[in-house]
């Protein structure tokens, strides 16, 4: 009984894990295949064409995932906390960018959000406490050393998503008519610049960086199956409860 038990409760749990990962990657889509439309089109006097088709399609990723986490809330599904302090940056940054027509605030944005991703794991990693390990622990049952690993992993992923991110908009983005400064540091140089023997800002092609937000997901998925074999080499079975004889 209790076995059954534990069993249904672990298939909720992956069931929430998978409505968590559609949660993640429906909004993306719909941002690629709005941006992509808007962009090809001249409608309602100029108000949606190739220079604001990544605010709409900003605002459409918001929206969905905005509402995939109030019916997470009202289902009273659980909800992390690394989920809803993610959510607050895409959608502060999101909301920063569509309000002043700044499309800077959506190139960064990003990159702010995947080292958030890894200071949330890498910074309680110090004092001994391992988030990754509290976000799966009910669906995987692994030895301390394998969670920590794992962690450590996804943190670094999590830093090499941000940098690539930079690469991509830095390449790829039109350069700045001015100085890029946000909080008083200085993001980006303007117009074109060298930077590390590679040249920035000189390229018109936003599209590929809109875009290679579905390469992304690919590279998730990727690194995640990467993952399983560790993850399959150290689960551990059930335990099962003996009656006293």
Do not use: C
Request: hydrophobic share 55%.
């Amino acid at each position: 009984m209790n076995e059954t038990v534990k069993s249904e409760n672990g298939i909720g749990t992956a069931a929430g894990k998978a409505n968590q990962l559609w949660g993640d990657f429906v909004p993306v889509i719909a941002f690629v295949l709005v941006y992509n439309i808007f962009r090809r089109v001249d409608l309602m006097d100029g108000l949606i064409n190739k220079d604001t088709a990544i605010f709409w399609a900003t605002g459409v990723l918001l929206a969905l995932m905005l509402g995939f986490l109030a019916r997470q809330l009202v289902m009273r599904e659980p909800v992390s906390q690394m989920m809803l302090f993610s959510s607050a940056i895409v959608g502060g940054f999101g909301l920063i960018g569509i309000l002043l027509q700044e499309k800077a605030f959506i190139y960064v944005k990003p990159t702010i959000q995947q080292l958030f991703m890894a200071g949330i794991i890498f910074i309680p990693l110090l004092f001994g406490r391992n988030v990754w390990k509290s976000l799966f622990s009910k669906v995987f049952d692994l030895p301390d050393f394998a969670w920590r690993t794992l962690a450590i992993r996804w943190g670094f992923f999590f830093i090499a998503m941000a940098i690539w991110n930079e690469y991509l908009w830095r390449t790829f983005a039109p350069g700045f008519d001015a100085p890029l400064v946000m909080a008083g540091i200085p993001v980006a140089p303007a117009g074109t610049y060298e930077f590390l023997g590679l040249t920035f800002g000189a390229k018109d092609a936003e599209d590929v960086w809109a875009n290679w937000k579905l390469g992304n997901m690919v590279i998730v998925l990727i690194f995640g199956a990467a993952n399983t074999p560790y993850t399959l080499k150290h689960l551990r079975e059930p335990k099962t409860e003996t009656a006293a004889a």
